[in-house]
């Protein structure tokens, strides 16, 4: 089924604060965030391409050695390979990230790609 409700997605604990639902096709993948104030996402890097936007509160997003705020309606790229991390400041924040190609590791049998119920009206 093409069509799905964010709220129907089922949750996984990403770490500690950090909860993360997923929808994705063969080449691209929408993950979206709920993150509790002061949770961290360490330092890392992976081979896919990450674009993130934040709709909800505020993140200070280091990408290499540049830190920035972050806050709802403001993003990032990050290229594939690139170092970045997260802290989320003090209020409860939410971001949509974007892949490609989808993370292997984020799909699991936790993760729905269809709602259960109706499309949403138009």
């Given at each position: 089924m093409p069509?799905?409700r964010?709220?129907d997605l089922?949750?996984?604990?990403q770490?500690?604060g950090?909860e993360?639902?997923?929808?994705?096709?063969k080449?691209?993948?929408?993950?979206?965030?709920?993150?509790a104030?002061?949770a961290?996402?360490?330092e890392?890097?992976?081979?896919?391409?990450?674009?993130?936007l934040?709709?909800k509160?505020a993140i200070?997003?280091?990408v290499g050695?540049?830190t920035?705020?972050?806050r709802?309606?403001?993003?990032?790229?990050?290229?594939p390979?690139?170092?970045?991390s997260?802290?989320?400041?003090?209020?409860?924040?939410e971001?949509?990230d974007g892949?490609s190609?989808?993370?292997?590791?984020y799909?699991?049998?936790a993760d729905?790609?269809?709602s259960?119920g109706?499309?949403?009206?138009a």
């Amino acid at each position: 089924m093409p069509y799905f409700r964010v709220k129907d997605l089922v949750p996984t604990e990403q770490l500690p604060g950090i909860e993360r639902r997923a929808v994705w096709l063969k080449g691209v993948m929408l993950t979206f965030f709920s993150f509790a104030p002061g949770a961290v996402v360490p330092e890392h890097a992976h081979p896919n391409e990450q674009i993130t936007l934040v709709t909800k509160g505020a993140i200070a997003f280091t990408v290499g050695r540049e830190t920035r705020v972050l806050r709802a309606g403001e993003g990032v790229s990050i290229p594939p390979g690139i170092r970045h991390s997260v802290t989320v400041l003090d209020e409860s924040t939410e971001a949509i990230d974007g892949w490609s190609p989808p993370r292997e590791d984020y799909k699991t049998t936790a993760d729905q790609r269809a709602s259960s119920g109706p499309p949403p009206a138009a």
